[in-house]
């Protein structure tokens, strides 16, 4: 069993993030895939902690990352 599982994230720029479970999901829901950032959430986390958890593991991870466009 592998040690994290990936989950597709897109963050809108009021800070808040959505989260879905594959590219695939996403695309059914509107979100077009290029957008997306795939983040490798810990395996225990995905499985024992809350999706608010989850949500701010993720939004630190996009805060990492560096920001690409001009605005």
């Given at each position: 069993m592998a040690d994290t599982t990936a989950l597709y994230a897109l963050?809108?720029?009021?800070?808040?993030?959505?989260?879905?479970?594959?590219?695939?999901?996403?695309?059914?829901?509107?979100?077009?895939?290029s957008r997306l950032v795939r983040v490798e959430i810990p395996r225990e986390m995905f499985v024992s902690g809350s999706v608010q958890d989850i949500r701010e593991y993720v939004a630190l991870r996009l805060e990492e990352q560096p920001r690409t466009g001009t605005a």
């Open positions: 963050r809108f720029p009021d800070g808040s993030v959505s989260l879905y479970i594959d590219e695939l999901y996403a695309q059914e829901r509107g979100i077009d895939p």
